[in-house]
């Protein structure tokens, strides 16, 4: 049973949070605190397996308790409770910054209490899940892990440890004995990228920063990212990134040219597509249906870029709930684009990404701290060197 402690000023929200959870399979709910202080407490009484928080609360904010929390509780899973609004979009970005594991939205231009209940449980529930079976799995008994200098990846039958796969400088192999089907090894010289196209979730925008933060600012190629995020949200997100990357980050408009060293996030509620204008490529942003209950999803922007750039494309998939993204690599895998995928160690839930491991498509499985540098690596294949930049 995964025990809940919900903490919330509101008399009114927390009842909602109770009766969204009342009922769903294998959770029970705990505690209520009123405000972050006394969620320290209760937290310490009744060791609940995940938390849900309030941001704007008396005495101790969310913000403020997620950052005492995680001085003693590192990898209990924290979720947020956010509002569609700027504030409320800014706030969790800031609460996520301070260790927050994820966040919902709450209910708003609904009509009843029932449909307000209905639309928590549809968020929450299946975070609670994933989340908490993350934080089990990460505190049982580990297994013995692979060769040193390569965290995360087993070397290839018969070959020596970290070794790359032919014809692919810089990364090295999908772990064996993952399910799926087996990947065609490629020969001859790597393709030149000229596009690096990532997809995350749940845990994507810390993620995100890590790897955006520790690329070069004259990056010789343009980054799409779709990350599941509600509009209002990516805006403030891709502000964000702007202000503490190397990189320029902006959130994706209908025109906007692609251009080396910038970063396009995909827009809530819309997903990322590419079109090609004479040598030119523009973005279009499309209202089409969600796929896999998702828009932005990581499988569209997957498949235009897949159409447009084949095996000049490097996609990404980083933590994250879920299967988007699956669909969208084996389309690019077709193309002979490459794809690399987020460990399960460092993921904070190994949905997306073990999609993709799981299809047998990814060509590498690497940590979080490893990724921005084989990015880099990869992109400066087929490159005439130069001095690298590093801030703008």
């Known amino acids: 049973m995964i025990r809940v402690l919900v903490v919330d000023d509101s008399v ?69 409770f956010s509002t569609l609004s700027a504030a409320g979009a800014s706030a969790t970005l800031e609460a996520l910054s301070a260790g927050a594991t994820d966040y919902v939205t709450k209910p708003s231009n609904v009509g009843s209490i029932q449909e307000s209940i209905a639309a928590v449980r549809e968020q929450l529930i299946p975070k609670i899940h994933a989340l908490a079976r993350r934080r089990s799995s990460a505190s049982a008994p580990t297994r013995p892990g692979p060769p040193p200098g390569r965290p995360g990846l087993a070397p290839p039958p018969g070959g020596r440890p970290g070794a790359p796969v032919p014809g692919r400088p810089g990364l090295a192999p999908a772990r064996p004995g993952i399910a799926g089907p087996p990947r065609p090894v490629r020969r001859g010289p790597p393709v030149r990228v000229d596009i690096l196209a990532i997809g995350s979730s749940t845990g994507g925008p810390d993620a995100l920063t890590k790897v955006l933060q520790a690329m070069p600012s004259d990056l010789p190629v343009p980054i799409v990212v779709t990350q599941h995020m509600p509009p209002v949200f990516t805006k403030m997100f891709a502000e964000r990134l702007d202000r503490s990357t190397p990189l320029r980050v902006v959130e994706a408009a209908d025109g906007m040219e692609l251009t080396p060293g910038t970063v396009y996030i995909a827009p809530g509620d819309k997903h990322l597509v590419l079109q090609r204008r004479n040598t030119s490529t523009l973005i279009q942003l499309s209202g089409a249906p969600p796929e896999n209950s998702c828009r932005p999803a990581v499988d569209v922007m997957f498949r235009s870029v897949a159409a447009l750039f084949g095996a000049s494309a490097f996609a990404t998939v980083l933590t994250g709930m879920g299967y988007d993204g699956r669909g969208g690599s084996k389309v690019l895998r077709e193309a002979g684009a490459e794809i690399m995928a987020q460990d399960e160690a460092s993921s904070v839930v190994w949905g997306m990404p073990g999609a993709v491991v799981g299809a047998g498509l990814a060509d590498a499985i690497l940590p979080l701290d490893r990724i921005a540098p084989a990015l880099i690596q990869r992109v400066q294949t087929g490159r005439v060197s130069r001095p690298t930049a590093v801030s703008r």
């Open 12 to 80: 009114v929200v927390r009842r909602l949070i109770v009766d969204s959870l009342t009922g769903a399979p294998d959770i029970e709910v705990v505690g209520t605190a009123a405000n972050g202080l006394l969620a320290q407490a209760k937290i310490d009484q009744l060791k609940p397996d995940a938390v849900t928080m309030d941001i704007e609360m008396p005495q101790m904010d969310g913000i403020a308790a997620v950052r005492e929390l995680r001085k003693r509780h590192k990898h209990l899973p924290v979720i947020m």
